[in-house]
């Protein structure tokens, strides 16, 4: 059973995109957090090359601007397998670092030397 998006305006990342094989940002959507609501982004890894010093890590970039020029990293997580992984954002750090409308996104900084590549999906859902 596959993940299953609600709202596809906090996709992050469709794991029908393909494989990543070297460090990749994916483009930013606008949200408003505002501070009294905390969200994560959900990561659906449904392929992953393991062997040889490969490393996987799941990242969520903010940015007021919509370039991204200056990203502020809001959370990260290794990732060894496939599944069901999550990083929680709190809205209020997350306004904090980057006041007003905020432009997240995910991205996958991949290494090692046997032939790395991840593919997954990403998107934001309110954390319970």
């Known amino acids: 059973m596959g993940v299953r998006i609600l709202d596809k305006e906090l996709e992050l990342r469709d794991a029908a995109a393909g494989a990543v094989t070297t460090a990749t940002a994916e483009t930013g959507i606008a949200v408003k957090p505002g501070k009294e ?3 994560k982004a959900a990561f659906h890894v449904t392929g992953i090359a393991l062997g040889g010093t490969n490393a996987y890590e799941l990242a969520v970039e903010a940015d007021a601007d919509a370039g991204f020029a200056s990203p502020v990293e809001l959370g990260k997580i290794a990732v060894s397998n496939l599944g069901n992984y999550e990083i929680p954002i709190s809205a209020a750090l997350a306004e904090h670092l980057e006041a007003g409308e905020l432009r997240i996104r995910a991205k996958a900084n991949v290494s090692g030397d046997t ?3 991840i593919t997954y999906g990403a ?3 309110p954390a319970v």
């Open 37 to 39: 609501r905390n969200f």
């Open 115 to 117: 032939s790395p590549s």
């Open 123 to 125: 998107f934001l859902m």
